[in-house]
């Protein structure tokens, strides 16, 4: 794509995120969104996110990794660390406090920064020994780091311990949110059409294949399994700020990796449109059937779990299985061809008779 091109997508990105984020966020006038709408749809987007970039080492990479939501908590509690310890310092730099002024956005970017960095060592040390082995030694070992990062969060009381992190500025906005999730989709998906993403596929395929063909399997997985948590510390650290006041590690244990696992294999493992579309299905589902709650106690979580099994029974490669969405795509599958041609040579061997 020319670099005009590319500058003037960035552009049109940058000025639609600042007209939605203005909207829910203030409102236009009169017209303004609904704050519980609003939430959903906010957490819709950082759920993006950590699908998309969990897609990157289960779905193009062929990995299982179960402890996702270890990375996102390490990414949270460091980025709101950084702001709540350190963020008037950074403000004071451009003026205004972390909540409100242009140095508000210096925070962001240095909160997210921070999340991203902490987020991917920890997967780096994580991976390099682990991520040598085949099998499903990766599943094991993710899930006891989520486990073990959970415990030492509990007894750090500069962090807030059990209690949670009760100090946590509530920074994030919608701006922030869908930019990160818009950011996340870009670089997964120039992974995926990369030769890093074509030696990804390759590894996923067949292992010892791909290390007979000279590729560096350990090297290449270790990338994509940083990158992966990196881009998860960045949602922990949006959530972080959002949501959670506390921030609770209780709230980031073995259910929400599994959660997000969920949402990656509804939409389709591999593809980065099903993660996206799996996200979404799986954070406004559970919402749109709130209603069954007031007549029904308990009827919500039944529906949604039977949504969920019908859906899996019937569609197992899920929504969108391994294809992506695009303009090309949407051609092929709306355009009419008309009656088919007749075979070469139809013509001919007619006249003949």
């Known amino acids: 794509m020319p670099v005009g091109r590319k500058l003037f997508f960035i552009t049109l990105a940058i000025v639609a995120l600042a007209v939605l984020d203005q909207l829910f966020e203030r409102g236009f006038g009169d017209l303004r969104i609904n704050p519980y709408y609003a939430r959903i749809v906010s957490l819709a987007g950082i759920n993006i996110t950590l699908a998309v970039s969990l897609t990157l080492i289960n779905g193009l990479a062929g990995q ?184 609770n590690p209780q709230n980031l244990n073995f259910v929400k990796s599994i959660e997000v696992i969920i949402m990656i294999v509804l939409g389709g493992l591999g593809s980065i449109t099903g993660a996206v579309l799996g996200a979404t299905t799986l954070t406004v589902l559970p919402e749109a059937l709130r209603t069954f709650d007031q007549q029904f106690p308990g009827l919500r979580m039944v529906l949604y779990a039977l949504l969920l099994i019908l859906l899996m029974i019937y569609r197992p490669q899920g929504i969108m299985g391994r294809r992506e969405l695009s303009f090309a795509w949407l051609r092929r599958s709306t355009r009419d061809d008309g009656p088919a041609a007749p075979a070469a040579g139809a013509g001919k061997d007619a006249a003949d008779g």
């Open 64 to 247: 299982f990794s179960i402890g996702h939501a270890g990375f996102m908590a390490v990414g949270g509690y460091a980025g709101t660390y950084l702001t709540v310890y350190h963020g008037a310092a950074i403000a004071s730099f451009l003026g205004g406090t972390p909540l409100e002024g242009p140095g508000s956005v210096l925070v962001m970017i240095a909160s997210l920064a921070v999340a991203a960095c902490a987020a991917g060592l920890a997967g780096l040390v994580v991976g390099i020994p682990s991520l040598r082995l085949r099998g499903d030694y990766l599943a094991i070992v993710t899930l006891g780091f989520g486990e073990i990062i959970r415990v030492i969060i509990l007894n750090i009381p500069a962090v807030g311990g059990a209690t949670g992190f009760t100090a946590a500025l509530p920074i994030t906005s919608f701006f922030w949110i869908f930019g990160v999730a818009l950011l996340t989709i870009v670089v997964v998906r120039n992974i995926a059409t990369s030769t890093f993403g074509r030696a990804l596929g390759a590894i996923r395929t067949d292992e010892i294949a791909a290390e007979a063909m000279g590729i560096q399997t350990t090297r290449y997985k270790v990338a994509a399994f940083v990158i992966s948590s990196a881009l998860a510390g960045m949602a922990g650290a949006l959530w972080g700020q959002l949501f959670a006041n506390p921030l």
